[in-house]
């Protein structure tokens, strides 16, 4: 199939919508509606998920991986995500944006928790800041400051050599009741949101119906109050691996590779640019280049 033919899609209705705040989203868990999250790095993907009509724009550390390079998001600084952040924030009009706290900018201490996540708002324009674990006291210090948290439990990536890697959590009813009993101090602790990753769509379930907070999944099945995917798995712009719960709703990296081909080909080819592509020159003027001895045998070649 060409890039084009790939293109061609039927037309997805978006609604008219006012900008998405915490009550929109809350409301939504309310209705049994569910919330569209997608993770989005920089100003072009934020343009396009916003354009969209996406309920959440997560700003993931997760672009140590699929941006930087990096095998985990353990590299990643503040510094890398408020860069990324800003970006977002530029292109996006409607979306909530939630910036992803990496690896030991709030473990420290609750002070260091807070400044930097002040830093998102105030730096970065998000809405709200995501912490992994169980971090009870940073979570009610950060909520007490007047930020909106969203916690994350189950598999969580910067703790992964703790967990004995990238492993489905949740897979029995006492490590269920650990993550609903986290997740219910979390709650208590003034989260307005959780995200659980990669966990039994069971087990997911148990939690969203406990917790009154909207309670999302990544590779959590389909009884949570939304649904997340990194925008580059599911455009296939991620090449390490395909994780089992991603759907791919088209190959881009693929049609972008055959299009970078293409080109290449025909510049060596002399086939890019032709006269389509060139600017004209004011015809005087070019006839008096012409006339001078320098320049005439350049310009008839």
Sequence with gaps: MSSKQNL?????PIEERIATSIVTLRNKKKKGISAVIVTAYTYPEALLADQAGVD?????????????????????????????????????????????MPFMSYQESSKLAI???????????????????????????????GIIVMSHLGLTPQSRAALGGY???????????????????????GCSFLLLE???????????????????????GDQVDGQLVILHDLIGMFFDFKSKFVKRYCDAGEMILE?????????RTGKFPTKENFYEMNEDELEVMLQDPKWKYILEK
């Design 198 to 220: 990669a966990m039994p769509k069971e087990s997911a379930a148990i939690i969203a119906n406990e917790l009154s907070i909207p309670v999302y999944g990544v590779g959590a």
């Design 115 to 145: 400044r930097n996540a002040g830093r998102f708002l105030k730096e970065g324009g998000c809405d709200a800041v995501k912490i992994e674990g169980a971090m009870i006291d940073r979570v009610k210090a950060i909520v007490d400051s």
């Design 259 to 267: 299009a970078l081909k293409d080109y290449a080909y025909e510049v």
């Design 56 to 100: 959440i724009i997560l700003v993931g550390d997760s672009l140590g991986m699929t941006t930087q390079g990096y095998k985990s998001t353990i590299a990643v600084t503040m510094d890398d995500m408020i860069s990324h952040c800003r970006g977002v924030w530029r292109a996006n009009q409607k979306s909530f944006q939630i910036g992803d």
């Design 167 to 189: 492993r489905v959590q949740g897979k029995s009813m006492d490590a269920t009741e650990k993550i609903l009993n986290d997740a219910l101090k979390l709650q208590d602790a």
């Design 8 to 12: 061609k899609r039927e037309p997805k």
